[in-house]
């Protein structure tokens, strides 16, 4: 069945990118709805966003989403993810800032207030979009593809990345996202960046909120944030968040396997317009009770949150 929040619930701080303080409300809405954003600090002309992947404004950086008007909310990844991590379908997110607060730079602390809010089954069977058809798309540096799910599977992600810097190095990871995989294994990921980097995104008014805290950085085999990691391949993971994040923008839970070779966010958005613009590549369905119980939010526990920090 469709699943809303039980209850609003709101997070606040600065954004990773914008630097800016916003407080991000997540609240309940009906079946059918879907995810909206809502910039509640702009009053005139039109603060509604759709969180589709036709909205997205292309950033390596973070996926921005933005509609007819120009109103934009960006770093939407996080907050997707325990969206779609949770099996959260149908809300409202409103925000009073142009960037979704970055938190500890991971899903954990959307994922914790959601779960503490509870779920709220609304009767409406879940509609999923089925992979009928492989589609890839590719740059010199990475590519991402879909392709149908094995029988009885929803969603399985694969992911692959390859860093010079040894504090990263080559990481690879296979997860089925069915019975609350994303909450276990993947929502405690934080975001991460080379120090060689962080100049860079300076100079262009990028990472002005990011601290050693928020986002992991890495400098050779170095890692400068204190404690160092969270698990030894968590880069990877937080690569596989933020593909289920950006995912979630296809605006219904995609059964299916997504593979990820040195993706980010601007492939997996392509990924998801070249799917969109090949009919004969899905279709969507209506879940049945078996179906239903291999999407991502199925069985989440909320014991079952890696405790963090
Ligand atoms: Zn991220």
Redesign the pocket.
Known sequence: MQTTIGTAISFDGPGLHSGAPARLTIRPAGADHGIWFKRCDVELGDAMIPARWDMVRTSPLCTEIVNAAGVAVSTV??VMAALAGCGVHNALVEIDGPEAPILDGSSVPFVRGILKAGLRPQGVPVRAIEILEAVEVETPSGWARLSPAKPGTGLEMSFHIDFTDAAIGRQEKRLNLANGTFVRELCDSR?FCRAADVEAMHAVGKALGGTLENAVVVDGDKVLSPGGFRREDEAVR?KM??ALGDLALAGAPILGLYEGHKAGHALTNALLRALFARPTAWRMVSCDAEMAESLPGSGVERDEIPAVA
């Open positions: 990844e996080h975001t937080h968040l933020d």
